[in-house]
């Protein structure tokens, strides 16, 4: 079979599946494209990212390497450090969260679309079937091919909406283990730094001044 050919059945088969079926393509596209754009950022972050064992050693070092998620986490501190030790805590947290919202972004809006999704199934299992009583209404049973019609809207929708919404949970649910996973290395990271920033004042002074150059 030919492209053209399964593009035709597709389309085809979506068409039987009534208006419900335009926000449930709409839904799709949207979710995919948020899900891919998440992994690529993990893979970003990820890469960037030096292993957990060498913190300590690249922070005391002096040579952190200010780039990645760790840079951003460090440059952001450092400029706003006050070197009171209750100010730069609080401070550290602030940087911490606002990295874990960036990181986080994205990652509610696939589990809610993927929620979206079956309901809207659902409406169009109950517009099929309105528009299947409808046609008995009018003709009997006796139409067979009309009656054909409402019934294939009402599985048609319902199949879509469950296509749509299980492996977007399944990836909303991935993500979001993820993104936690990253925030739990964040923490680890940002404590590590603060430690560092607390018993050595001279290298956290050189850090601050390598940062503001």
Not at 95 to 115: D, F, M, N, R, Y
Not at 155 to 180: D, K, Y
Not at 181 to 198: I, T
Request: hydrophobic share 45%; proline share 4%.
């Amino acid at each position: 079979m030919s492209l053209p050919d399964i593009v035709e059945m597709s389309l085809d088969y979506l068409e039987k599946g009534g208006e419900v079926i335009i926000p449930l393509i709409g839904i799709s596209f949207w979710m995919w494209f948020l899900i891919f754009k998440k992994l690529v950022e993990l893979y970003v972050y990820r890469k960037d990212e030096t292993p957990a064992p060498n913190h300590q050693k690249e922070l005391s070092s002096g040579t952190a390497d200010l780039k990645g998620w760790k840079g951003r986490l460090v440059e952001e501190f450092l400029r706003n450090c006050s070197f009171d030790p209750e100010a730069d805590k609080k401070l550290l947290t602030v940087v911490v969260k606002k990295q874990l919202i960036t990181l986080e972004k994205g990652v509610k809006t696939i589990l809610v679309l993927a929620s979206v999704a079956p309901l809207l199934g659902l409406l169009g299992t109950v517009t099929g079937m309105i528009t299947t009583f409808d046609v008995i209404s009018i003709f009997g049973t006796g139409n067979a091919k009309a009656l054909a019609a409402g019934i294939s809207e009402a599985l048609i929708t319902t199949q879509t909406g469950l296509i749509v919404a299980i492996p977007g949970l399944f990836m909303g649910n991935f993500l979001s283990r993820e993104v936690q996973r990253f925030h739990d290395r964040m923490d680890r990271f940002g404590l590590s730094f603060y430690r560092l920033f607390e018993s050595d004042p001279d290298l956290a002074r050189k850090y601050v001044m390598g940062v503001n150059r």
